[in-house]
DNA sequence: TATTTATTTTACTGATAGGTTATTTAACCA
DNA sequence: TGGTTAAATAACCTATCAGTAAAATAAATA
């Protein structure tokens, strides 16, 4: 149980209901009725959605006499922001042309074997191998 | 069938071995086997993680011999990096004042009916209301 | 040509995701 | 109290996901 919160954020932003849902809190809090009103979807679909996000820690649930309206909550956003972030290097321009050369020079020591690594590629923080799979 | 790339690329993403997959490939290209190394799982297995990232475009993969070198390609990550970062000012601290301040205000006014909404909340650019459902 | 190495594909499994309808809970209102 | 509105829960269905083992494919090598 638990999977790390990255994965519990991605999943969460991985569907367009729930992204748009979190789109519609931007500008402010709002009713689960009024949330779901843009969608062809029942109550309970949207309800669901909510308790997706809810988890991920993306919003949050008030009470309001009858009513729970839901505010936005983008803390999870800024680890997934800086998780990303990890790799600009790899998709600015300048980059792209510099990573192909240190790759293809990667390639040709391989052949040769041995020696270290090329000079000092950007190294990323490598994110966990993680030996965490679910049982 | 096709879903918006965004789901696909976070759908990618909430996969820790994916994730780790993507580190791996940060420092250079690799081969399947030596991306399998770090895991308990089965190549196939793995096989069908990279399948995942080459569909999300965040892989691309060659052929050398036997081998089918993969390599890291990052462009889908801007798009999904720039999507986050429409929510920025959301999870920096100052803002979390004046949200907190402006959804108050917002909440009385529901109270009491009518008037507009509040003066001029940062305004998100709503992420397509969806009507995006699948079959 | 036969064998080995690297990788993918196939066929299967159990778990989870996303949706539904029907029911329940909670709070307001007459 | 009874009725209405807002929302959550339960039970169910289907499709997809993450993994497996076994078989097929592709290329190098003996």
Chains 1, 2 share one sequence.
Do not use: N
Not at 24 to 31: E, Y
Not at 42 to 59: C, D, F, R
Not at 90 to 107: K, P, V
């Amino acid at each position: 149980m638990s999977a790390d919160k990255l994965t519990v954020t991605f999943a969460a932003l991985a569907d367009p209901t729930r992204r748009a849902i979190l789109g519609r809190l931007a500008k402010g809090q709002s009713s689960v009725t009024e949330l779901a009103s843009p969608f062809k979807m029942t109550m309970p679909a949207i309800s669901k959605h909510l308790k997706v996000l809810e988890k991920a820690g993306l919003i949050e649930r008030g009470r309001d006499a009858q009513w729970r309206p839901c505010r936005l909550k983008a803390k999870p956003l800024e680890e997934a922001a800086s998780w990303i972030d990890q790799y600009r290097q790899f998709w600015e321009e300048s980059f792209d042309r510099l990573d192909a050369y240190l790759q293809e020079i990667q390639r040709k020591e391989a052949d040769a074997a041995s020696t270290p690594p090329p000079p000092s590629i950007p190294e990323i923080d490598s994110p966990e191998p993680t030996d965490d799979r679910q049982s």
